[in-house]
């Protein structure tokens, strides 16, 4: 299984961009049943939650984010994007998916796309 994560760049303040992550080798009922997740780590700083989808549907935020970053997922395509509007100098980070069942296995994590905010 692969998670491969694109999308990111380099935007001006005030910017949008989306994330993408697609899985590659899991099958459609792991995608769907799993917890789909994006985290940052930015320099210096330990790695955190920005946004998760439960596998019933649920989503949730962290604080910083909330009203400017949506998740949102295909399954068909087993793809889970983050569309980021609003951006901002510290969402500069580099952004992780993760897709991990519930019971926390399989746990599968993307390589990581560096997002660049520019003030």
């Known amino acids: 299984v692969q998670l491969q994560a694109s999308g990111g760049g380099l935007v001006q303040d005030g910017g949008s961009l989306r994330l993408s992550c697609a899985g590659s080798?899991?099958?459609?009922?792991?995608?769907?049943?799993?917890?789909l997740a994006w985290y940052r780590q930015a320099p210096g700083k330990e790695r955190e939650l920005v946004a998760i989808?439960?596998?019933?549907?649920?989503?949730n935020y962290a604080d910083s984010v909330k009203g400017r970053f949506t998740i949102s997922k295909d399954n068909a395509k087993r793809t889970v994007y983050l569309q980021m509007n609003s951006l901002k100098a510290e969402d500069t980070a580099v952004y992780y998916c993760?897709?991990?069942?519930?019971?926390?296995?399989?746990?599968?994590w993307g390589q990581g796309t560096q997002v660049t905010v520019s003030s």
């Open positions: 993760n897709v991990r069942r519930p019971n926390g296995f399989p746990n599968y």
């Open positions: 080798g899991i099958i459609l009922s792991v995608f769907s049943g799993s917890n």
């Open positions: 989808m439960y596998n019933g549907g649920t989503t």
